[in-house]
């Protein structure tokens, strides 16, 4: 046998070693291991024709899975088994449904694939600048802020601005032309008039925010998982809503500085209104 055409095998062995051959034959072994494990792209087309036929709802995780009522996929970094677990199951007491007898399994592997693909999206949080974004310094550090899944404020989990977050809590554009004191105030209370506790007739309790109700149940967000979920509960379920005393605003407890509050602040005036004056620290200290 020839490699190459021209230089026999036994030549070629003895010319590099058996053990640098060895060598070769499990690095070549490795890369088409890995070759194999990148996702299709037709499985991620087709996983996005599902997805934006079933989850992209204003109810849902909006367009491109970047939030609707439902928590952001974007950028989540989310596993494949828990999310093949979440699919075919739903999540109980919540607007999540399990996709297990609605779809075949070929398309639930499809639509895992195309979340996992969300997750190699750029992030709105990312450290570097954002594309599009055209604001100062100041608000672009506060924008990343604002957005960070995983960082202390997480304000993008509960709160929605310039067309991106999860519209959880109240709109801050409705609040930007407040003085940064005052936002500050709110940005650190420990608790918020939005907010009850919601208490079943199971002995079970959870901190929630009311979004609608009919005459047989209420649309609320469960506060007590990160980012809220939605849930639809029964009327007949209902023991008491009492005032919330657990509850607390999570900024106010994830020691903020002076810094990152006034670039928090920033971006959400600019974001509103286009200011960009900026914030200075004597303005929220």
Request: contains cysteine; proline residues 6%; charged residues 20%.
């Amino acid at each position: 046998m020839a490699l190459g055409g021209s230089l026999p095998l036994g030549r070629f062995v003895q010319l590099i070693g058996r053990e640098e051959l060895e060598t070769m034959f499990w690095l070549i072994l490795l890369a088409a291991g890995a070759l194999s494990a990148q996702t299709d792209p037709a499985s991620i087309s087709r996983g996005g024709q599902t997805f934006a036929t079933s989850c992209t709802e204003s109810a849902c995780h909006g367009t491109g899975g970047a939030a609707g009522k439902a928590p952001r996929l974007l950028s989540r970094s989310l596993s494949r088994e828990r999310l093949g677990r979440v699919i075919r199951d739903g999540i109980p007491n919540t607007t999540m449904p399990g996709f297990q007898s609605r779809l075949k399994e070929p398309e639930i592997e499809d639509l895992v694939d195309y979340v996992v693909s969300l997750n190699q999206e750029p992030a709105e949080a990312s450290a570097s600048k954002p594309a599009g974004f055209e604001g100062p310094e100041q608000a672009r550090r506060g924008r990343a802020q604002f957005f960070e899944a995983d960082g202390p404020a997480r304000c993008g989990t509960c709160h929605r601005i310039a067309r991106q977050g999860t519209a959880v809590g109240p709109d801050l554009a409705r609040l930007a032309r407040l003085s940064p004191r005052a936002l500050v105030t709110a940005i650190l209370a420990s608790r918020t008039q939005y907010v009850v506790e919601l208490k079943l007739r199971d002995n079970t309790s959870f901190p929630a925010m009311k979004v609608s109700q009919d005459s047989q149940a209420m649309e609320v967000f469960d506060l007590s998982a990160t980012p809220p979920v939605s849930r639809r509960v029964n009327r007949t379920e209902v023991a008491a809503m009492v005032d919330n005393v657990n509850w607390k605003h999570p900024p106010g407890a994830a020691g903020l500085t002076s810094e990152q509050l006034a670039d928090i602040i920033a971006y959400i005036r600019f974001a509103a209104y286009g200011d960009k004056a900026g914030v200075k620290l004597a303005d929220v200290e």
